[in-house]
């Protein structure tokens, strides 16, 4: 005997347009809303530098106010509709204008770029957190027969989930490269708006000053796109004003803000706001880098340059007749071509990266040493390491052990590497904990230090298997070093002298701290 069951399933009801739009409005709310925290840090980053610490305190302070913004929520309990377009506009002109408006405060005292950085990020974190629990309202109240609270939330956070996806992979990839972080804000900055556009035409009838709300919109999307139209000008007026001098090329790239500026007394790159050279003086610096390794080496045939895209080092390494290959590692693809394209920035390093001898590997160090480990160890007379200073933990990890035995490894059993190493005289247990650090690995060392006006004393560090030995002939047409001032270079005044210094490693990282205690007594 067939038993028949009841059928008790309430039919599904049809999905209706408005609720897709809404739905479709979560994927754009939360890219919009982690673009505008990843822009924040990454405009710390590049202000304030340490971009670990940058990140992660503006990270922890945005989601401290987006849980702010969420509380706030439950006090919002009419007109829901009408709050949540208000909240639209005001995230897509803070949000959309906020790059713009940090880059053109970047004259300001630290303290008070810090006060309107994290101001804006708590206000904007804010105004996000109000947005998914009024979403969720709404369609609960519009969509009730068709949602139970479970599934309610998994629509929405699967939504909001897949919009934080597509941007944390498009922003460094895609947006920053191609549009920079001005025009990026102001374009996310119009998506937002474009969500309460679309909520204003969804819900025209539950609002009861429609005219109101279309000029807000208006209104917001002309500011948005005024600051689209004059992204470029914008930035070069901050800029202008931040450095002083003409801006020759400025570019934001995956890794970092490259600016080239020109006036009559010569030409300087920045990265991230600090300078790296300065066309007067940089020969002192980089002479001082390469010859005294090169030199005493007698007659190196493979040379290594780690960093140093400029190719300011390969143009010092190329003055010896010995030399048959050289190979640059650079993480920034844009440095390379910059400087191997640009007519006055291919005359500064006497067109070093298109010579035939170079062989130019656009990656990570750390990653590219380890990698070749096997392959070619002991391959290299000499490595020349110029990278900037370990300003944050990214780059800090160039200064351990771990990077340091990579070095060794593929050093030549007679060869020499040598480290940039920071200022000896205002970074003194800085300079003494990358000396440490190195012979830590089982080399010795050999500390010297040189003047350069633009950075003032400035320390370098020699590594080897051998003892050091001062040479005996330099190539000709140098213009800062002599065998006789060698000698000098290697002796420390009491100021500058060793002092005790803890090994940094990737586990500790305490050069970055101490390094930024130190400089940061500077700019105090």
Same mark, same amino acid.
């Given at each position: 005997?067939?038993?028949?069951? #009841?059928?008790?399933?309430? #039919?599904?009801?049809?999905?209706?347009?408005?609720?897709?739009?809404?739905?479709?409005?979560?994927?754009? !709310?939360?890219?919009?809303?982690? *673009?505008?925290?990843?822009?924040?840090?990454?405009?710390?980053?590049?202000?304030?530098?340490?971009?670990?610490?940058?990140?992660?305190?503006?990270?922890?302070?945005?989601?401290?106010?987006?849980?702010?913004?969420?509380?706030?929520?439950?006090?919002?309990?009419?007109?829901?509709?009408?709050?949540?377009?208000?909240?639209?506009?005001?995230?897509?002109?803070?949000?959309?204008?906020?790059?713009?408006?940090?880059?053109?405060?970047?004259?300001?005292?630290?303290?008070?770029?810090?006060?309107?950085?994290?101001? @804006?990020?708590?206000?904007?974190?804010?105004?996000?957190?109000?947005?998914?629990?009024?979403?969720?309202?709404?369609?609960?109240?519009?969509?009730?027969?068709?949602?139970?609270?479970?599934?309610?939330?998994?629509?929405?956070?699967?939504?909001?989930?897949?919009?934080?996806?597509?941007?944390?992979?498009?922003?460094?990839?895609?947006?920053?490269?191609? @549009?920079?972080?001005?025009?990026?804000?102001?374009?996310?900055?119009?998506?937002? !708006?474009?969500?309460?556009?679309?909520?204003?035409?969804?819900?025209?009838?539950?609002?009861?000053?429609?005219?109101? %709300?279309?000029?807000?919109?208006?209104? !917001?999307?002309?500011?948005? *796109?005024?600051?689209?139209?004059?992204?470029?000008?914008?930035?070069?007026?901050?800029?202008?004003?931040?450095?002083?001098?003409?801006?020759?090329?400025?570019?934001?790239?995956?890794?970092?803000?490259?600016?080239?500026?020109?006036?009559?007394?010569? !030409?300087?790159?920045?990265?991230?706001?600090?300078?790296?050279?300065?066309?007067?003086?940089?020969?002192?610096?980089?002479?001082?880098?390469?010859?005294?390794?090169?030199?005493?080496?007698?007659?190196? /045939?493979?040379?290594?340059?780690?960093?140093?895209?400029?190719?300011?080092?390969?143009?010092? $390494?190329? /003055?010896?007749?010995?030399?048959?290959?050289?190979?640059?590692?650079?993480?920034?693809? %844009?440095?390379?071509?910059?400087?191997?394209?640009?007519?006055?920035?291919?005359? @500064?390093? +006497?067109? +070093?990266?298109?010579? #035939? /001898?170079?062989?130019?590997?656009?990656?990570?160090?750390?990653?590219?040493?380890?990698?070749?480990?096997?392959?070619?160890?002991?391959?290299?007379?000499?490595?020349?390491?110029?990278?900037?200073?370990?300003?944050?933990?990214?780059?800090? /990890?160039?200064?351990?052990?771990?990077?340091?035995?990579?070095?060794?490894?593929?050093?030549?059993?007679?060869?020499?590497?040598?480290?940039?190493?920071?200022?000896?005289?205002?970074?003194?247990?800085?300079?003494?904990?990358?000396?440490?650090?190195?012979?830590?690995?089982?080399?010795?060392?050999?500390?010297?230090?040189?003047? $350069?006006?633009?950075?003032?004393?400035?320390?370098?560090?020699?590594?080897?298997?051998?003892?050091?030995?001062?040479?005996?002939? *330099?190539?000709?047409?140098?213009?800062?070093?002599?065998?006789?001032?060698?000698?000098?270079? *290697?002796?420390? #005044?009491?100021?500058?002298?060793?002092?005790?210094?803890?090994?940094?490693?990737?586990?500790?990282?305490?050069?970055?701290?101490?390094?930024?205690?130190?400089?940061?007594?500077?700019?105090?």
């Amino acid at each position: 005997m067939a038993v028949s069951t #009841p059928d008790t399933e309430t #039919p599904t009801a049809p999905i209706r347009p408005a609720e897709v739009a809404l739905l479709a409005s979560v994927f754009v !709310v939360a890219a919009c809303g982690l *673009l505008y925290e990843l822009a924040a840090g990454a405009l710390a980053s590049y202000l304030l530098g340490d971009s670990i610490l940058q990140f992660s305190t503006i990270i922890g302070s945005y989601l401290f106010a987006m849980g702010i913004g969420s509380y706030l929520s439950r006090f919002f309990d009419r007109q829901l509709v009408a709050h949540f377009l208000r909240i639209e506009l005001l995230v897509g002109l803070i949000g959309g204008l906020m790059p713009a408006a940090l880059f053109s405060l970047q004259t300001l005292p630290t303290s008070s770029f810090r006060f309107v950085l994290y101001s @804006l990020v708590l206000l904007i974190g804010t105004l996000v957190g109000l947005e998914i629990p009024l979403v969720m309202r709404i369609l609960k109240r519009h969509f009730s027969e068709r949602y139970a609270l479970k599934d309610l939330v998994s629509q929405v956070l699967t939504f909001d989930y897949l919009g934080a996806l597509a941007v944390a992979i498009a922003f460094p990839l895609l947006l920053v490269p191609q @549009l920079g972080l001005v025009r990026t804000g102001a374009v996310f900055g119009l998506l937002n !708006v474009g969500v309460a556009a679309w909520a204003m035409w969804l819900f025209r009838g539950e609002l009861r000053r429609l005219s109101a %709300h279309v000029i807000a919109c208006l209104a !917001v999307v002309a500011a948005l *796109l005024a600051a689209l139209a004059s992204a470029d000008r914008i930035s070069t007026w901050a800029e202008d004003r931040f450095y002083g001098d003409r801006i020759l090329y400025s570019e934001t790239s995956a890794y970092q803000r490259v600016v080239v500026t020109a006036s009559r007394v010569g !030409v300087r790159l920045f990265l991230n706001g600090n300078l790296q050279f300065h066309s007067r003086d940089e020969y002192r610096y980089h002479e001082a880098l390469v010859h005294p390794a090169m030199a005493a080496h007698g007659a190196p /045939k493979r040379v290594l340059v780690l960093g140093g895209g400029d190719g300011m080092a390969v143009r010092e $390494v190329l /003055k010896y007749a010995s030399v048959e290959e050289v190979t640059l590692v650079e993480l920034d693809p %844009h440095m390379t071509k910059l400087f191997a394209e640009q007519p006055m920035l291919r005359q @500064l390093n +006497a067109d +070093a990266l298109r010579s #035939p /001898k170079l062989r130019i590997v656009n990656g990570d160090a750390f990653a590219w040493l380890e990698q070749n480990r096997e392959t070619r160890p002991g391959s290299f007379d000499v490595i020349v390491v110029d990278f900037p200073d370990p300003t944050n933990f990214s780059i800090g /990890k160039l200064y351990t052990t771990s990077f340091y035995s990579l070095i060794d490894a593929h050093l030549a059993a007679s060869g020499y590497a040598v480290m940039q190493t920071t200022s000896p005289l205002i970074a003194r247990k800085s300079y003494w904990t990358v000396a440490t650090t190195i012979e830590a690995t089982g080399l010795q060392t050999t500390p010297y230090h040189a003047h $350069v006006p633009s950075f003032g004393e400035w320390g370098f560090i020699l590594a080897s298997r051998r003892p050091f030995r001062l040479p005996t002939q *330099l190539p000709p047409g140098l213009r800062f070093l002599t065998l006789a001032g060698l000698p000098a270079m *290697l002796q420390f #005044p009491p100021d500058m002298a060793r002092v005790p210094a803890e090994v940094n490693r990737l586990s500790n990282q305490v050069l970055v701290q101490t390094f930024e205690q130190e400089w940061g007594r500077v700019h105090e």
